[in-house]
Nanobody, 121 residues
């Protein structure tokens, strides 16, 4: 059974930093892409950042220049370094991965359980 487990959320003051981690465990052939989404109260879930094949990155305009996504391919882990945090970054952050379970299977989308990030003084 493949699982995504997030860690690193918490409470931080405006201007502070946090680093989120998401590790994929279980049996699978390959992870094609990993991403972070977030959902604030009363709002739809939105893409924050993504990384494809560990190389190509993409960011939401609202976090460009402040957040950085990276991946440790050997450890099947993705990180989100969040700097210069703002109150509007407050949300539950979800890890997302496109995973091939076998060499011949199609890619499936998996989600982590979410981790709360609160930016407040």
């Amino acid at each position: 059974q493949v699982q995504l487990v997030e860690s690193g959320g918490g409470l931080v003051q405006p201007g502070g930093s946090l680093r989120l981690s998401c590790a994929a465990s279980g049996s699978f052939f390959r992870i094609n892409a990993m991403a972070w989404y977030r959902q604030a109260p009363g709002k739809e879930r939105e893409l924050v950042a993504s990384i494809i094949r560990g190389v190509t990155t993409n960011y939401a305009d609202s976090v460009k220049g402040r957040f950085s996504i990276s991946r440790d391919t050997a450890k099947n882990t993705v990180f989100l370094q969040m700097n210069s945090l703002k109150p509007e970054d407050t949300a539950v952050y979800y890890c997302n991965a496109a995973i091939m379970k076998t060499v011949t299977s199609e890619s499936i989308t998996m989600w982590g359980q979410g981790t709360q990030v609160t930016v407040s003084s």
